[in-house]
């Protein structure tokens, strides 16, 4: 009788025991250890999918994309340390030879980023060739290289006849000479820079500073000619080699096609600036074209020594920029025509290089964004409310360092996907939405 009296109130707390263990498992555990470490395995899968596939700045656009969906990097950081002891864990990435910048930059990238506890280490792999296409592109960069070998440099060769004066020609027979002296010249270095572009890119991809030499802060403090002069050289620590070497070249160029067409005028006869003044118009219009399109070399030299683009696309927005530049820097050349060839080649310099050379110094600050936002999504989980108005005003801040991420470059695009998504991009911030990787 006495079980039986006490028979209902254990079925009771059966069944409430039974009722609390299926609704405990029913509820999502986003914290447990278990969810925590498949969270983990997931973004170093997805990270080393995304660089060595599409490249470094499709890795900041993805954490960007993850920052705005709302993803907090707290519990992943206490796993990862953990995991490693307090030091933050290692992807090994195989790079072919010369390619550690491309591993410096994405490491800088990380942890502006608020991503310390993920780092990538470079693996030589003896088989990748740095300077070189990627396999599934190597038919159409070949293409690529064909016609721009064809085509740039009959087009030097026919502005080189343009720019002496088409209407003189008939008139002097040392002016067609000297036509034709700058015509065979432009051809014959066109030729060389359109097959050889990836030799000359390593000279564009250099990064040592172009002035190592910096004065110790004890130099300093003792005088006040070497505060000075540390000062100077602080100002040239962003000027590289590859903007020297680039300098040099697009100086030498003019200069060659200059001094071909004095050569000529000289043979019949004709006088033709002393040399002084040559080489004055040389750093004059080689300036220009440094300024222009020479210095989007460079951009386009560093984006590919950081791993953002391939060499295909590096290529193609390199034919498509010097396409432009090298006619109306030939065009310049020509006697009378300086002021015109200038005034184009400054429009190629705002259209194109100001914003690629913004977007080359943008790339710390967007990390930075990408943090800050991290830092409001950590906030959140953390307090269980929304972010407060001033977390929210922070997403909209600095604009600027979105610029970073108006051009995306990746190593699967080319030219023609490229433009569309910026050009897309572009349209999508003056709309005030938001763009990212696409």
Request: charged share 15%; net charge positive; proline share 4%.
């Amino acid at each position: 009788m006495n079980k039986m009296k006490y028979r209902p109130f254990v079925a009771f707390v059966c069944a409430f025991s039974i009722v609390f263990q299926v609704s405990a498992a029913a509820i999502p555990r986003e914290n447990t250890p278990s969810s925590v470490e498949e969270s983990a395995r997931q973004l170093q899968s997805e990270l080393t999918e995304t660089l060595g596939r599409q490249g470094t700045q499709s890795l900041m656009l993805f954490l960007r994309q993850k920052a705005e969906s709302g993803m907090a990097l707290a519990s992943l950081r206490h796993y990862f340390f953990d995991q490693n002891h307090g030091q933050p864990v290692i992807i090994n990435e195989a790079i072919p030879e010369k390619a550690q910048p491309m591993i410096r930059f994405v490491n800088t990238q990380l942890r502006l980023s608020g991503v310390d506890f993920i780092q990538f280490r470079g693996v030589i792999d003896r088989t990748l060739k740095l300077n070189e296409p990627l396999p599934s592109q190597a038919r159409l960069y070949r293409k690529w290289v064909k016609f721009r070998t064809l085509t740039f440099p009959l087009l030097g060769a026919a502005s080189g006849i343009f720019q002496a004066g088409v209407v003189q020609l008939s008139n002097s027979v040392a002016k067609t000479a000297s036509a034709v002296a700058q015509a065979l010249a432009v051809f014959g270095l066109e030729v060389n820079f359109s097959v050889f572009s990836k030799k000359w890119n390593i000279l564009w991809s250099d990064e040592h500073p172009m002035i190592p030499y910096r004065v110790s802060l004890p130099a300093r403090d003792a005088s006040c000619v070497a505060r000075l002069l540390g000062r100077l050289l602080d100002a040239t620590r962003g000027v590289t080699r590859a903007d020297m070497w680039n300098f040099l070249v697009n100086v030498a160029y003019t200069g060659v096609l200059i001094s071909l067409s004095n050569a000529a005028l000289g043979h019949f006869g004709i006088s033709h600036p002393g040399a002084f003044a040559s080489v004055g118009k040389s750093l004059v219009i080689g300036s220009s074209g440094f300024l222009a399109f020479g210095l989007s070399q460079v951009a386009l030299g560093k984006a590919f020594a950081r791993g953002e683009l391939s060499e295909l696309l590096r290529f193609q927005l390199e034919t498509l920029i010097v396409g432009w530049g090298a006619f109306w820097r030939n065009v310049g050349s020509a006697p009378h025509m300086g002021v015109v060839g200038t005034v184009m080649l400054y429009s190629l310099a705002l259209i194109v290089t100001a914003p690629l050379l913004a977007k080359t110094f943008l790339a710390g600050r967007y990390a930075q964004k990408t943090a800050r936002l991290f830092a409001v999504n950590d906030e959140t989980a953390r307090s269980g409310e929304s972010p407060c108005s001033e977390l929210l005003k922070m997403k909209n801040q600095d604009w600027l360092g979105d610029f970073y991420g108006l051009a995306p470059f990746s190593k699967q695009k080319q030219v023609g996907l490229f433009l569309k998504q910026t050009l897309q991009n572009v349209k999508s911030t003056f709309a005030g939405q938001k763009f990212g990787l696409q």
